[in-house]
């Protein structure tokens, strides 16, 4: 039995998907996503000019269910499972399944792996081989032990940090549907922060000022989690928003109406604009070297992102090369 094609239409167009329906080599009826892909004339025309691919062609032509993944229909890099499922009466349901989602996400792990496993073994290679030059027969100038055993400490503590990290953001990612639920006072949060980058401020030379208002409203959060962040802010600022032309950390806590806002600024180097859509990503940095000289497992920001989603924020990152770095997490009020 043929389906009449107001049938048919009624049922491709509750597809989210690109899908038309072929009878006779023609295109019979095809849904919006579909016209908008292929072509707003492709109904009642000819199959080959909708799929314009010589392999989904040959295998929608033979008339049999299959499935093939291509490259290049209706645009040249783009990715598709193309689904074709045979009809009463001859005709075929062509289903066009969009990859890009599911590429972009294996292109994401993969790389993370890598990265990972990068960050892991410079530190790795270094330990290996002082330890080596160590556990070799024949007296070692205690210059040189000394030498050697503060690299191989520092290196391992940069394992460390890194390992600590990793395990962070998998915790968080594994808690991210989970509200919290704990009410938290941010401006607390934030003083805790400040004593406890002190030290690290008092080496690098800067000076942390704040501007913490009082009887702040609580927000709905994991108290951890968000004292995790606000170090991660106040100690990026710390690292690269000191210079000999400025060495002033501000640390700022306000709401309005509706949501508590945390603001750590520096009045540094700033950020060229190019390098701002890739700050959150993971080992992401706008320069390697100085980012593992300063003690940085870049992995901060991403760690930051990802706890201000888990408690429905925003983080917004503002900078400008030579006018410093502003950045802000925004928390809904409990």
């Known amino acids: 039995m043929t389906l009449p094609p107001g049938t048919i239409r009624s049922l491709i167009d509750a597809l989210d998907e690109p899908a038309l329906v072929v009878e006779d080599e023609r295109t019979l009826v095809a849904n919006a996503p579909a016209r908008e892909l292929l072509g707003k004339s492709i109904e009642g025309s000819d199959v080959r000019l909708a799929i314009r691919h010589p392999e989904a062609l040959e295998l929608l032509l033979s008339g049999k269910a299959s499935e093939l993944d291509v490259v290049g229909i209706g645009a040249a890099e783009r990715p598709w499972t193309v689904s074709i499922r045979p009809i009463d009466g001859g005709q075929m349901l062509v289903r066009l399944v ?7 996400a294996e292109r994401m792990r993969t790389d993370f792996v890598a990265n990972a496993s990068h960050e892991l073994r410079t530190p790795l290679a270094t330990v290996i081989g002082y330890a080596e030059t160590l556990a070799e027969e024949g007296p070692v100038p205690d210059d040189l032990r000394t030498r050697f055993g503060t690299t191989i400490e520092a290196e ?12 962070s953001l998998s915790r968080i990612e594994a808690d991210r549907y989970r509200l919290p639920g704990e009410r938290v006072d941010l401006g607390e949060i934030a003083r805790i922060a400040v004593k406890q980058a002190a030290p690290l401020a008092e080496r690098r030379g800067c000076r942390i000022e704040t501007d913490i208002a009082n009887d702040l409203p609580a927000v709905a959060g994991d ?20 210079n000999k032309n400025s060495s002033v950390i501000e640390v700022s806590v306000q709401s309005d109406a509706s949501r508590v806002r945390l603001n750590v600024s ?12 890739r700050l959150t990503e993971r080992f992401y940095r706008v320069d390697p070297a100085r980012s593992r000289d300063s003690g940085g497992t870049g992995l901060g920001l991403a760690i930051v992102k990802h706890i201000a989603e888990r408690h429905r924020g925003t983080l917004d990152i503002r900078s400008e090369a030579g006018s410093g770095t502003q950045v802000s997490i925004s928390i809904p009020i409990a």
């Open 98 to 104: 969009d990859r890009s989602a599911g590429l972009s």
């Open 156 to 167: 391992a503590r940069r394992m460390l940090r890194i390992v600590e990290d990793l395990m």
């Open 223 to 242: 108290f951890a989690q968000l004292l995790q962040v606000t170090d991660n802010l106040i100690a990026n600022a710390i690292r690269y928003g000191c």
């Open 266 to 277: 520096d009045r540094g180097d700033g950020i060229p604009p190019e390098h701002l859509p």
